[in-house]
């Protein structure tokens, strides 16, 4: 999939006002994730299963990981 027929999208808890986001773009097998100040710059890619232990693990749960 090229980086223009990904549907990008940030957190709902962003606010629009400095542009400091990270954007996330779901693909059937990737997360890919950016810099919102950068949309056109390089981003990260990662499977789902590490993407979902990680962010389990920022909303504090223990199991996550494991």
């Known amino acids: 999939m090229s980086h223009d027929e990904l549907h990008w999208f940030k957190s709902s808890y962003s606010s629009s006002g400095d542009g400091d986001c990270v954007e996330v773009a ?7 994730i950016r810099d919102s100040k950068n949309p ?6 990662a499977s789902r299963t590490p993407w979902a232990d990680f962010l389990a693990h920022l909303a504090g749960d223990p199991g996550a990981g494991a």
């Open 40 to 45: 056109r710059g390089p981003h990260l890619t």
């Open 26 to 32: 779901l693909t059937p097998s990737t997360i890919r």
